[in-house]
């Protein structure tokens, strides 16, 4: 079946470094990717729509010059955290929708900033 | 607006049948999805309902009325392994960059007993 793989699955980073998260499609290609950011105790919040060959599409509340979204091929989205702070620590987990009736989910990136 | 309801948390003993409960109140309505996540893990598919009734696959079954914006999922057998969250999920109706979209519910952590 369909497969999204997300990398890295854990990393930790000092206070004002940029993280980059990749999420790719490995059956099938994905014109669009959510990214979504989960923290403890909590349910899935979308962050952003990310669109193959343009901008990506950001929710209410998300900074965008914070949270870079390039989707430069039909197979590849990257979220890059810049200047990261503790408070942006949290699980980020991207997704796709190859067809009507699946929706599926990368690994999840459990991102620690010290 | 987007208002997904579940219960916060349900308790069952193995072998038993329990019921996971999910009203909606969307904008538009393309579908629901439940997925199952455990503890620091990405949410796995269990299902999609776009039609009214309900669908089997395996020990879990999952139910739709679109016109009472209400949904169930139903586990049955219970296992020790069943333990863990369970999010509701539905995809507003129409296409372009929305298709793929998902408002979560707060998920439902359900705890198996011995």
């Known amino acids: 079946g369909a497969v999204v793989s997300q990398h890295p699955s854990r990393v930790i980073c000092k206070s004002g470094t940029s993280v980059k998260i990749e999420c790719r499609s490995l059956?099938?290609?994905?014109?669009?990717m959510f990214w979504y950011r989960q923290f403890p105790k909590q349910s899935l919040m979308l962050m952003a729509t990310?669109?193959?060959?343009?901008?990506?599409?950001?929710e209410q509340g998300v900074e965008k010059d914070k949270f870079l979204i390039n989707h430069a091929s039909l197979t590849l989205s990257t979220l890059t955290v810049t200047s990261a702070h503790p408070e942006d620590s949290s699980f980020y987990i991207c997704?796709?929708?190859?067809?009507?009736?699946?929706?599926?989910f990368g690994q999840g990136t459990r991102l620690t900033v010290v | 607006g987007q208002n997904i309801d579940q219960p916060t948390e349900m308790t069952a003993t193995e072998g038993a049948i329990v019921q996971i409960n999910c009203t909606y109140q969307?904008?538009?309505?393309?579908?629901l999805f439940w997925y199952q996540q455990h503890a620091g893990e990405a949410p796995t598919f269990l299902s999609y309902?776009?039609?009214?009734g309900l669908e089997e696959k395996g020990r879990f079954s999952s139910f739709l009325s679109r016109s009472k914006g209400y949904s169930y999922l139903l586990l049955k057998e219970l296992q020790m392994k069943d333990s863990a969250s369970y999010l509701c999920?539905?995809?507003?109706?129409?296409?372009?960059?929305?298709?793929?979209?998902?408002?979560f519910g707060q998920g439902t952590i359900l705890t198996v007993h011995p």
């Open positions: 309902n776009v039609l009214d």
């Open positions: 059956d099938f290609q994905a014109t669009t």
């Open positions: 990310s669109n193959e060959g343009s901008k990506a599409t950001y």
């Open positions: 969307t904008s538009g309505f393309n579908g």
């Open positions: 999920a539905v995809s507003p109706r129409a296409g372009g960059t929305s298709y793929g979209k998902l408002t």
């Open positions: 997704s796709a929708r190859p067809q009507e009736n699946e929706a599926f």
